[in-house]
């Protein structure tokens, strides 16, 4: 048995949503009914039905703005859902430490920047920084782990070459900036750059992060995880963990 | 002066030892910048001279010069005697008409500079300055040219005025959305760079239409944008500001650029660059030195970058880093000549929303820059950090942040966007911003009459309280210098050692026979002030 669902507004099964867009109409005046015609028009081409067209606001004479109620008949089948799943434990600091400590008997280094033009840290510091994000402290906090924090705008063969001098276990790469796919590109360029600069057993763990990462890219963009808004220092280093010290008892 | 005690009672001994820490602490920086010069300083003052335009390949004919002249004297000190002395010491030994052709002659390598000495010298130097002084004086035309266009088309009608940014990598399409953001109500349209741009030691040249996340500063964006906001001026009944950044490697050049193009604002902070680029501290010092004297000039307000500590440390704990910065940032713009009306000092609503009193505590921040600084039109920076994505909150969170804008008369209003941290803001999420910003000040905007804190009440004990930590630290700052106090990490938790960092290169000590037109002409601009 599948599971279905439908957008629930105030009844079950109610089907209704919100969505507000911008369309290229004059709205004013003479010109108000037409271009709620128009909202209508995409919103049941969108497929609401009935759609209300709630607010129109004329933004001068070549935009115009609307927020449209409707109810939709689509169906959500949860069981098609995919997601990128934790295929790892979280870990306390305490644990993580003791299990770096257990498989790799020596500090795991971690390398961290955002590359290319990007000049955004908020990400790669709220991971990295003691701070930390989301009352979890970052893993500069983790005795076990060293932390090289290259800061903004680093080229990729300064950090490569920065990864080979640290000996880095893993290197994690922030990206915020998207205009014209500037994230994407960086970071094929990175793990390109890695893949040539070592041997495919050595190579360090490759992470990127940014607000605009899609998850399972990370096969298509050359590196080993992708991690998106709103992931925890615990999460990155559970993961770190969970790779390295496999690794390392392997070894 | 008979100012009242205003709002938050600061004691004025209080207040007056913040001022005097600030520039104990500021003044070795002073004496340290005005020993060195560097390519960027030097470069701007071939720019005053009148020298444009690149080479096939883009590099500017001020780089191509500068390294030609600092190649040929490698050996006798290379960049420590300025560019002025070897540079006019060529051209009047005829050999080349004018700076362009120098600056061709010398990257094909058939000029030799070397350095005057005696009646050699003196030409030279009275020719360099004759040069330099027509640049000065197009900064003055352009001065007096905005008076007159704001006595023409009327000044923004009210404050704060409305701060607006665009960013869409390209001049062509920056131009009408700059025009339609103007029609919509912004007093300020500031152009935001491309991100690498701060790390570029040299200033792109033309029109651009390739940008990451913002649009190239080159001369030539500035005149564009500049005359179609004049239009838009003209068109509107009010003169429309424009802002770019004066910032990076690059800061006295753009400083010198944005004079002779008439542009109006710039952000110009005192340590954004060392903190967050990882620009070399006395590389910065210097170079903003040099360009907060053309500012000064060039009747620019500037905006100094103090929100930018508070997106990496929490906005509570380093409130006092904030009012430490400004404070510094007073003094070192001061020294440079800039006034009172010319300090957009900056400072921001970053606090966790989830933070009890969070409000409160804004409130007690933004009152305790505005009394401090009575004088200067602070710039009130929109929440960025604690804007999550999800828009309808962030739409409340910018209506408090405005609110707190209209409660304690700031001068420049940064527009915040619900869309924060979600896309460049779509034209709706811009004119969403602009109806919370005009309900705020419908509504509320004179409310900064009605309001008082409680005497000694939560407000008024946190504003002294920042007040006393920001001491503790000047304290501290200057009892460590403040070379050291950056490389420790005091500020933004970014360590910064003085002989490290990007443009470190770029720097010479000043030799004893130093010469730069620019400078002395501003130097003496300046003591006018003091």
């Known amino acids: ?119 955004h840290t908020v990400g790669i510091d709220a991971i990295l920084n003691i701070k930390g994000f989301a009352g979890e402290k970052g893993l500069e906090y983790y005795r076990e782990v060293k932390v090289v924090n290259l800061g903004a705008q680093v080229s990729v063969p300064q950090l490569v070459e920065r990864a080979r001098a640290e000996k880095a276990d893993a290197v994690l790469v922030s990206q915020v900036v998207t205009q014209r796919d500037a994230h994407l590109l960086n970071t094929r ?52 963990v969970h790779r390295l010290a496999a690794k390392g008892a392997a070894a | 002066m008979s100012r009242a005690r205003g709002k938050l009672d600061l004691d004025p001994a209080t207040v007056r030892q913040a001022r005097s820490l600030a520039r104990k602490a500021g003044r070795p920086i002073v004496t340290m910048a005005k020993r060195h010069t560097t390519v960027s300083v030097e470069r701007a003052t071939l720019r005053l001279a009148g020298l444009q335009g690149a080479d096939p390949d883009g590099t500017p004919w001020v780089n191509r010069l500068l390294e030609s002249v600092r190649a040929d004297l490698d050996q006798d000190g290379g960049l420590a005697h300025g560019v002025a002395l070897p540079v006019w010491d060529a051209l009047l030994r005829g050999e080349a008409d004018d700076l362009a052709a120098l600056a061709e002659k010398a990257s094909a390598g058939s000029v030799r500079f070397r350095l005057p000495e005696g009646k050699d010298a003196d030409r030279a130097r009275r ?31 009210r404050k704060p005025w409305i701060y607006l940014i665009v960013a869409t990598g390209d001049i062509y399409e920056d131009i009408p959305q700059a025009r339609a953001a103007a029609r919509a109500g912004a007093d300020v349209i500031a152009v935001i760079r491309s991100t690498g741009q701060s790390l570029l030691d040299f200033v792109p040249e033309g029109a651009t239409r390739e940008g990451f996340a913002g649009t190239y500063a080159t001369q030539e964006n500035f005149r564009l944008m500049r005359a179609a906001l004049d239009e838009s001026s003209r068109e509107l009944g009010r003169y429309v500001r424009l802002t770019n950044y004066a910032s990076g490697l690059c800061m006295p050049e753009i400083a010198a650029l944005a004079g002779l193009e008439r542009l109006d604002m710039m952000l110009n902070d005192s340590m954004y660059g060392i903190l967050f680029r990882d620009i070399n501290p006395v590389r910065t010092f210097v170079d ?64 966790d929303p989830e933070v009890p009193d969070s409000f409160r505590l804004e409130l007690a921040h933004a009152l305790l820059a505005r009394e401090l600084f009575p004088d200067a039109p602070l710039k009130w920076m929109p929440p960025t950090r604690h804007m999550t994505g999800d828009v309808f909150r962030g739409y409340l969170l910018d209506g408090f942040f405005n609110l707190v804008g209209a409660l304690t008369g700031q001068g420049i209003l940064l527009v915040g966007m619900m869309t924060e941290a ?87 000590p000043k030799s004893a026979v130093y010469y730069n037109p620019a400078s002395e002409i501003l130097e003496a601009d300046g003591m006018v002030h003091r």
């Not at chain 1, 279905?4 to 507000?20: E, F």
């Not at chain 2, 210098?481 to 970014?494: H, R």
Request: hydrophobic fraction near 40%; charge should be negative; aromatic fraction near 6%.
């Open chain 2, 288 to 351: 903003q030195r040099f360009s907060r004297q053309v500012h000064a000039r060039a009747g620019i307000i500037i905006n100094t970058g103090e929100d930018n500590y508070l997106t990496t440390a929490d906005a509570v704990e380093a409130a006092h880093t904030v009012t430490t910065s400004q404070l510094l940032n007073e003094y070192f713009a001061k020294e440079a000549g800039l006034e009172d009306w010319q300090l957009g000092l900056g400072h921001a609503f970053e606090i």
């Open chain 2, 127 to 157: 020719a360099a300055r004759t040069q330099v002084q027509r640049g000065i004086r197009q900064i003055d035309r352009r001065r007096a040219e905005r008076d007159r266009l704001i006595r023409r088309y009327g000044d923004a009608p």
């Open chain 1, 1 to 119: 048995m599948s599971e279905l669902v439908r957008p629930y507004g105030d009844t079950t099964g109610d089907g209704m949503v919100q969505i507000s867009f911008t369309l290229p109409v004059d709205g004013r005046g003479e010109s108000a009914r037409r271009a709620e015609g128009a909202a209508a028009q995409l919103a049941n081409k969108m497929g609401l039905d009935p759609a209300l067209v709630v607010h129109t606001r004329p933004m001068g004479p070549d935009f115009t703005f609307f927020v449209v109620y409707g109810r939709v008949q689509h169906l959500v089948n949860l069981d098609e859902v995919t997601v990128v799943e934790r295929d790892y434990p979280l870990l306390s600091p305490k644990e993580a430490n003791a299990a770096i400590k257990r498989a790799l008997r020596r500090r795991l280094t971690v390398v961290g920047a955002c590359i290319g033009t990007d000049a």
């Open chain 1, 189 to 240: 360029e990175m793990s390109a750059a890695f893949r040539e600069a070592y041997p495919a057993d050595r190579r360090p763990l490759l992470v990127v992060g940014g607000p605009r990462f899609d998850e399972s890219m990370a096969g298509d963009l050359g590196v080993d995880r992708i991690f998106v808004r709103g992931t925890t220092p615990t999460e990155v280093a559970s993961y770190l």
């Open chain 2, 422 to 508: 979600v896309v460049t803001p779509w034209i709706s999420d811009r004119d969403l911003a602009l109806q919370n910003v005009r309900y705020v000040m419908n509504a509320a905007g004179d409310l900064h009459r009605d309001f008082r804190p409680e005497p000694d009440g939560f407000i008024v004990q946190r504003a002294r309280q920042v007040l006393a930590e920001s001491i503790d630290l000047l304290d501290r700052i200057v009892d460590d210098t403040l070379l050291n106090a950056i490389a420790d990490g005091t500020f933004g938790l970014m360590k910064r050692p003085a002989d490290a960092g990007r443009g470190l290169e770029g720097v010479a």
